[in-house]
């Protein structure tokens, strides 16, 4: 290698003793063979070397980092330092070996200490001990901190051990020396490392200060300051409980007591309402009005207090929205438009008791990489996976979760205003993707011809049926009928990759509903789902890109995105933000909130152009009403981590119902194995159903050739419950339910169904 530039400068800048926490100066980074050696300045700051070009440099730009935690320190002569990390390597040359010495000293010192904090990191994520069982958790920062300490001393003092007796051998080549040449180099020698043991034992003198400092000055305070600490937490957790308390017995309150919403009002009540909504009015006056950027620059929030009318306050109120933060304020709705909240038709029978939870997920370990590593760049769907990496529900159930939150179609149905039910269509599109976040094992590909129905109708008013139309490309169609008001029909195939850290999962159809009072017909697409971390780490799933909405009978539309996760990002995770316009492009409704756990919608009052944002756009800012809940999603059921992260709804997805057909996914043999647990069963079986299944596709293929060779027509696989048909509002073609399903049901005649299990 070459050695450009030594000795051209000091290799190190003014610098604190190796004992500090932070050590900077000048070194010699070898950067490639044209360039050679290049002067750096490098900082040891918390365990990390950072370098720069320059000194100025460290105010904006670091060139790289390397994590002392995990690297390895070599020297490989008088003036080289080696560090690796992983893949990343540097090699790094001082000016004299003395400076060699005090970065390698200073190297291992923070090297220890970043491990000490790593495994002090380890441990701390243990459960705390109760503060009851020992009065010595008070000062258990202080003594940590001094531990510390007190091991830098032994390091210091094991350095010290190392230069001494590197010192004596010295002296003793010395004295075996006749004066020469060689003598005067050995004496330099000498003092060389005289001066290293010099500065490792300033060192170790300024960390005793350092250590005698800390326990004299602040472990009194320290203490102080984390009993209060410990009376506050201890405070708010008593005032946690009574809150909790409170919610629940309010809670059973109001389920023991539904029949007092249909109670007809007396004279008094109507007086006191009346009160009551004044005061409300009047209170309006003090409320705070939102502002919200256009979503073609940032999204940022800024509340200022209202001056409107009252009048915009009365429009406000006819929002479709809920009014608190509970998924049962869905049912209590003081804050909308009364168009909205009438019932239609007659009252529904109890509901179905339906089972809270399924066998505990078994614990296998299985070698991901083995199986992945040879399937980058294919088709998901052709990958041959174990059920270790599945969970116990078929694609076909996972598009009738979308139903979970179908509260909101029914009260979409009710509203007059078809603004007001865009921003509910819009919840709804939105709250499909909220029972994703902890969802990361994948479901089953369904068979050709599998089945799935959801008959809700005596519980809910809505029936659903799913069927998997195609294999390859696999799709999927879908059709939900309520009898509250709307239907719901969509054909998804899904096209996913494999890219070695992440998985892409592209949803390609559309959805579409029409509610029947007014003809409203809407359609929109899904985003793109993204898993990460296949190989190392914990799996986590994110949701980004645009949605739009759009009503094809009045025009208007929801501009819909889905902000992708970043780990520099300042905007809350799972973030989602909408637009609401009229057919004039007017915007009247601002959406916001994160798609996995609450949407809210505000109303515009006015809209402004606002000042220059990124390259130069101009931002559109609209001053809204204070924002009302749309959307609030549900706890998960108790002990839902060990049960594969079911909602409440995929709890009862398997559970089999009276009558259903004979290709229904709850028939499925290795789905109902490994929802038992039985995993090694359930691979086997999965192998059997998929090769019965190739097997099929084999034989048509063979007919269709046969077919080509007489001339004959050959007209292919059928689905048996939808067909396909041209949409008119796309121009696709899709395959719609032709019917049919529900009156084979009634008869109980399924000899129509083929055998695919």
Not at 345 to 353: C, D, N, V, Y
Not at 457 to 471: D, K
Not at 498 to 515: C, D, E, T, V
Request: charged residues 25%; contains cysteine.
């Amino acid at each position: 290698m070459s050695e450009q530039g030594k000795g051209s400068a000091s290799a190190s800048a003014a610098a604190p003793a190796p004992g500090s926490d932070t050590y900077k100066g000048w070194l010699f980074k070898w950067t490639n063979y044209l360039k050679g050696y290049q002067r750096r300045w490098f900082v040891l700051s918390n365990g990390l070397l950072s370098y720069y070009r320059t000194q100025a440099e460290m105010a904006h730009t670091c060139r790289g980092t390397i994590n002392l935690a995990t690297a390895h320190i070599d020297t490989e002569d008088a003036c080289n330092i080696v560090l690796s990390s992983g893949g990343r390597t540097y090699h790094l040359k001082a000016s004299t070996e003395v400076e060699r010495q005090r970065w390698v000293t200073a190297l291992e010192l923070a090297k220890a200490k970043a491990i000490r904090m790593m495994n002090d990191q380890s441990d701390d994520s243990g459960d705390e001990k109760p503060t009851s069982q020992s009065d010595r958790s008070e000062i258990q920062g202080t003594l940590k901190i001094l531990v510390s300490k007190l091991d830098d001393l032994s390091t210091c003092n094991d350095l010290i051990a190392k230069h001494g007796a590197a010192l004596q051998r010295s002296l003793s080549e010395l004295e075996g020396l006749k004066v020469s040449v060689e003598g005067g180099e050995k004496i330099k020698a000498v003092n060389e490392r005289a001066t290293l043991f010099r500065i490792t034992s300033n060192a170790m003198i300024n960390a005793c200060r350092d250590f005698l400092d800390l326990a004299e000055t602040h472990s009194r305070r320290w203490q102080r300051a984390l009993q209060y600490e410990r009376e506050q937490r201890t405070h708010l957790e008593e005032t946690i409980e009574q809150l909790a308390k409170q919610h629940n017995s309010l809670e059973r309150a109001w389920r023991e007591a539904p029949t007092l919403v249909s109670t007809p009002p007396s004279a008094t009540t109507n007086k006191e309402e009346s009160g009551r909504q004044h005061k409300e009015e009047a209170s309006d006056e003090d409320e705070d009005t939102e502002y919200f950027d256009a979503m073609e620059d940032s999204t940022a929030f800024i509340t200022v207090t209202a001056t409107e009318n009252i009048q915009h306050r009365r429009s406000q109120s006819n929002l479709s929205g809920a009014s608190g933060g509970q998924p049962n304020d869905w049912n209590q709705d003081n804050h909308m438009s009364p168009t909205c909240n009438d019932v239609a038709g007659k009252e529904l029978k109890p509901r179905r008791q339906r089972r809270t939870h399924i066998p505990d997920k078994p614990n296998y370990s299985l070698n991901l990489w083995s199986i992945m590593k040879n399937c980058i760049g294919k088709e998901l769907s052709k990958i041959p996976m174990p059920v270790n990496f599945n969970e116990p529900l078929s694609m076909l159930q996972r598009l009738s979760e979308d139903l979970e939150y179908h509260e909101l179609l029914d009260k979409a149905a009710r509203c007059d205003s078809s603004l007001e039910q865009m921003c509910l269509v819009a919840a709804f599109s939105i709250s499909s993707y909220s029972t994703t976040v902890h969802r990361t094992a994948k479901p089953f590909n369904p068979l050709l011809g599998e089945t799935y129905e959801l008959d809700r109708l005596e519980e809910f008013g809505y029936r659903s049926l799913c069927e998997q139309v195609s294999h390859h490309p696999p799709a999927a169609a879908h059709h939900v009928f309520s009898q509250r008001g709307w239907t719901l029909w969509q054909e998804i195939t899904i096209a996913s990759k494999f890219r070695g850290k992440y998985l892409s999962i592209m949803p390609l159809g559309a959805i579409h509903l029409q509610f029947h009072s007014s003809g409203n017909h809407y359609v929109w697409r899904k985003v793109t789902s993204t898993v990460h971390n296949i190989i190392v780490g914990k799996l986590w799933i994110d949701q980004s890109g645009d949605i739009e909405i759009v009503n094809h009978r009045t025009k208007e539309t929801c501009q819909l995105k889905f902000f992708p996760y970043s780990y520099f990002s300042r905007e809350v995770p799972r973030k989602v933000t909408g637009v609401v316009a009229d057919n004039g492009g007017q915007a009247h409704y601002i959406l916001s909130g994160t798609w996995d756990d609450k949407i809210e919608s505000a109303k515009i009052v006015q809209s402004s152009r606002g000042g220059g944002g990124s390259e130069g756009k101009q931002k559109t800012v609209y001053q809204t009403l204070s924002p009302k809940l749309l959307w609030k999603k549900y706890p998960l059921p108790e002990n839902a981590e060990n049960m594969y992260y079911f909602s409440a709804l995929a709890l009862t997805l398997n559970e089999e119902e009276e009558g259903m057909g004979l290709t229904d996914s709850r028939l499925r043999p290795d789905q109902k194995l490994m929802e038992e647990g039985r995993w090694d069963e359930a691979n086997s079986e999965k192998q059997r159903l998929e090769e019965k299944q190739r097997a099929v596709r084999r034989r048509r293929e063979a007919e269709a050739t046969d077919a080509l060779d007489d001339g004959r027509e050959y007209e292919g696989y059928q689905p048996l419950w939808f067909h396909q048909r041209r949409d008119s509002i796309t121009g696709e073609t899709n395959f719609v339910y032709k019917g049919g399903y529900w009156e084979a049901k009634e008869r109980h005649d399924w000899s129509m169904c083929p055998d695919i299990f």
